[in-house]
């Protein structure tokens, strides 16, 4: 069954090889001119197949648009489409020796292409991004070792370290990493870590890794994995929550809403979240919100006393909110609702950590991205190109450069008296009624 | 990534077939425009191949590569207009035979 897009290739590169092949053999420039922007715009399509479509609006605005135009504009200038035949070449076997050539070089390419000697396998998966948050508030500053190894120095209560590659595995037949927290600045080899745990490795993915207390301050583990894959759409953030907030009582759940129109449908964004556990992404449009927790079930209390009376006291208090949170497009949030004791009271904290998203491969922004980054220096070379370019072409088109005659010419010009030309009193004359 | 439906093999492939035909014009064709004309066809064929490559590997960077190449190559067409424009003007010809001016 052949596929569509396979259909499409066959089609596309059947035009774009007859337009080559009509461009070497048609005996107008003109001809050849327009053939070889037929050619390039099958290319273009190509480049869309191959997920870069900024490149396909560039070949057509740059190749099929301007070079074309200026390649058109030369050959009329010169009068070139009107083809004298060409004279023979200089040498017999040159034709001949050339054709050999060329397919002699399309055969080993296309047996190397055939055979796989291009390397067409797979990427090498990256190693997975990790990176630690602290959401324990009781909790002092912790230093967190990898396999024994300082990883992360000095991490206090809300803060996250940023994505680091876990390393290679040295050793083949351990499975994982360890991962151990020690309270900030104690030996590590001398004393007992607070936390050790090993760590699954998935392939080419991002874990967030949350120490955060329970209610006795034994502390734990809760990994979150993050979703860095571009939105379908850019005006859209991805919001995970995280329940941290630690409870006496049996039931810890929370359930997250969005106060900031109680009365829209969606009031609810996750329901009934228990301690430790984490929601399922949720897609959001950017703007701003008002977030709030709610002990599980007190949020129909709150739906129905918000829908009675907007000025009424609310009984119902959230556990934690956000206040008009700005969501910017294109980011993955992450949102853990923690505590920490203060005067013996346990007040709500809010850790909102937030991931730009991967672009979209191929894109322009992802291609500006690099441009304006890594690739600044060339950028600025090729910039520089251009404009030597630009001086150069001007200076070697400069007809009073090479065809200013010179003052004997001139004069010996204006002298001359050939049927036709005019004489030097009719040369002045001309030039002072043109003058007027 | 999933597998894509037209494998990279096709397009490298098609973009040696289009390599070779622009050798062909360059060897072939006497009209310096038309060779320059199958220079750039190279340059394409070229461009072909980096970008089939960047999406096997995902990298963004060859596709940066392609942008330079056709920057370059806008530089080099102007340049090159601008030498057949002068050398036109002086030999009234186009034919790269006729101009053996260098040939000791």
Not at chain 1, 58 to 74: D, E, K, N, S
Request: glycine letters at 6%; charged letters at 20%; one cysteine or more.
């Amino acid at each position: 069954m052949l596929g569509v897009e396979l259909a499409l290739f066959i089609i596309v590169g059947a035009i774009a090889i007859l337009a080559a092949v009509m461009m070497l053999v048609s005996e107008n420039a003109v001809h050849a001119a327009l053939f070889l922007i037929l050619n390039f715009a099958c290319v273009a399509f190509f480049y869309l197949m191959l997920s870069a479509p900024f490149l396909a609006m560039a070949q057509v605005t740059v190749y099929a648009g301007a070079i074309m135009v200026l390649f058109l504009f030369v050959i009329m200038l010169l009068g070139a489409e009107k083809q004298t035949p060409e004279s023979s070449p200089r040498f017999s076997w040159l034709s001949p020796a050339a054709v050999g050539l060329t397919v002699l070089f399309l055969l080993v390419a296309g047996i190397a292409i055939i055979r796989s000697d291009v390397d067409a396998s797979e990427p090498e998966p990256e190693q997975p991004l990790v990176r630690i948050v602290h959401a324990g508030g009781d909790t002092p500053a912790v230093d967190v070792y990898l396999d024994g190894d300082l990883w992360v120095e000095d991490l206090a209560f809300r803060e996250a370290s940023e994505f680091q590659p876990l390393p290679d595995l040295e050793d083949e037949a351990v499975e994982g990493h360890v991962l151990a927290i020690y309270e900030e600045g104690i030996d590590s080899e001398a004393n007992q870590p607070l936390l050790s745990e090993a760590i699954g490795a998935g392939e080419d993915d991002v874990f967030t890794y949350i120490v955060m207390p329970n209610a006795e301050g034994i502390l734990s583990f809760t990994t979150v994995e993050g979703n860095l894959n571009a939105l379908e759409d850019t005006n859209e953030a991805r919001l995970t929550v995280v329940n941290a907030f630690p409870c006496e009582s049996g039931n810890c759940a929370v359930e997250i809403a969005d106060v900031t129109n109680p009365d829209e449908d969606p009031f609810v964004l996750v329901e009934n979240l228990d301690f430790g556990e984490v929601s399922v992404s949720k897609v959001i449009d950017e703007g701003d919100y008002t977030l709030a927790a709610f002990p599980a079930g007190a949020i129909e209390a709150y739906q129905e006393l918000a829908a009675t009376d907007e000025e009424a006291e609310f009984d119902v208090e959230p556990v934690a909110d956000l206040d008009e949170e700005m969501f910017d497009g294109n980011h993955s949030l992450l949102w853990i609702v923690s505590a920490n004791t203060e005067g013996g009271l346990v007040r709500s904290s809010n850790i909102l950590l937030s991931v730009e998203n991967d672009m979209q491969f191929g894109s322009g922004q992802a291609l500006g991205r690099s441009l304006f980054t890594r690739y600044m220096l060339p950028f600025q070379a090729i910039a520089l190109l251009l404009l030597v370019a630009m001086v150069g072409v001007i200076v070697m088109t400069n007809p009073l450069e090479t065809t200013k005659p010179t003052r004997r010419e001139r004069r010996h010009r204006r002298m001359a008296n050939v049927p036709g030309n005019p004489t030097v009193d009719e040369y002045r004359q001309s030039i002072s009624s043109n003058g007027d | 990534m999933e597998n894509p439906e037209v494998a990279n093999e096709l397009f490298v492939l098609l973009s040696a077939v289009l390599f070779v035909l622009g050798t062909m014009g360059v060897l072939l064709r006497r009209n310096a425009i038309l060779i320059f004309m199958s220079i750039e066809l190279m340059l394409n064929a070229a461009n072909l191949a980096l970008v089939a490559f960047a999406r096997q590997w995902q990298a963004v960077d060859a596709h940066v590569m392609v942008f330079m190449v056709m920057t370059v190559a806008a530089a080099e067409v102007a340049v090159g207009l601008a030498l057949i424009v002068a050398i036109s003007r002086s030999k009234e010809t186009t034919d790269v035979d006729d101009l053996h001016s260098l040939q000791g």
